[in-house]
């Protein structure tokens, strides 16, 4: 059939047109994908910039070697940050005790004993855990957990490092669950079926084929938990209490590095004051942390990859 000429110039728009989109089209893509990495170099650009500016004020050997956290001191204020991180880590450690042996504990189970009607069911009610506001976890480590451990330990602290720890452990299972379970899920089941062809019980495919199959996904999980843990804010802002300690006891009041952030913001210090500018300094040394951790799930989950 012959066409017209108006037709053959329709159609000669049309391919133009085509051809202008699928230029504009990744110019479009790649603006939006920027605006995350513009976002990360903007926050990080803030806290290197905010954090010379403490250091011009604090020499960096105090803030990195210092024991003593006394920034409100009106005589002499020390910003030793290592009681903050003491404090974080005390939090984190029982967070963890608490999380690891839970989650990858339901992992399992969903992975390897749950039918598929109870993994579908199971499995997102674990998750709605994760999203549970951190300020509701926050009371609840203060107005419950608190006073049932109270009635065991009469010696702990109304605000202490266990209560927090435990419920930040709480709000991390589903992430250690979650992806555990992924990774053990995406083991090939020929692995499986052959073990137990040999004669291995359902345990021993689990914890001798399955979980070493599924370890770079197991231990990215749990290094990614610990980097939730240690940025958790509402949670010990609630319930620890605002008391820099550098010791071993986790009965009493202590501080962390998120809720001495939090006690700033709410307005203790003025703006362009020393005070003011140490959040940023303790806001970098978290993110050193997180970054840290990241870089370790990472490199875990690389160096111990299966494929198949």
Request: no cysteine; hydrophobic share 50%; charged share 15%.
């Amino acid at each position: 059939m012959r066409q017209s000429v108006q037709e053959m110039i329709a159609q000669s728009k049309g391919k133009k047109n085509k051809k202008i989109i699928e230029k504009i089209i990744p110019i479009i893509l790649f603006l939006i994908a920027s605006v995350s990495v513009l976002t990360t170099i903007g926050i990080v650009l803030t806290l290197i910039i905010e954090t010379i500016t403490f250091f011009t004020r604090v020499p960096i050997t105090d803030f990195l070697f210092g024991t003593t956290w006394l920034p409100f001191s009106n005589k002499d204020a020390q910003f030793g940050i290592w009681p903050l991180i003491i404090g974080t880590l005390k939090v984190t450690l029982i967070a963890i005790i608490v999380a690891v042996p839970i989650g990858i504990g339901a992992a399992v189970y969903l992975s390897e004993y749950a039918s598929e009607n109870v993994r579908r069911i199971v499995k997102p009610v674990l998750e709605i855990l994760a999203g549970i506001p951190t300020i509701v976890y926050g009371f609840f480590a203060l107005t419950f957990v608190t006073p049932v451990l109270q009635s065991f330990f009469p010696e702990i602290k109304i605000f202490n490092a266990i209560s927090p720890g435990i419920v930040v452990g709480i709000m991390i299972i589903p992430m250690i669950a979650s992806l555990s379970e992924d990774a053990m899920s995406s083991v090939p089941k020929q692995i499986r079926e052959g073990a137990l062809a040999m004669g291995s019980t359902k345990f021993e495919v689990a914890m001798k084929v399955t979980m070493p199959a599924a370890l770079s996904g197991i231990m990215a999980s749990v290094v990614l938990a610990i980097s939730r843990a240690i940025g958790e804010t509402m949670i010990v802002s609630l319930a620890a209490g605002s008391t820099p300690r550098m010791d071993g006891d986790f009965t009493g009041s202590i501080q962390t590095m998120t809720s001495y952030i939090v006690q700033v913001s709410k307005g203790d210090a003025g703006y362009g004051t020393t005070i003011y500018y140490s959040i940023y300094a303790v806001g970098f040394t978290l993110f050193v942390f997180t970054m840290a951790m990241n870089i370790l799930a990472g490199y875990v989950s690389k160096r111990f990859r299966e494929e198949y």
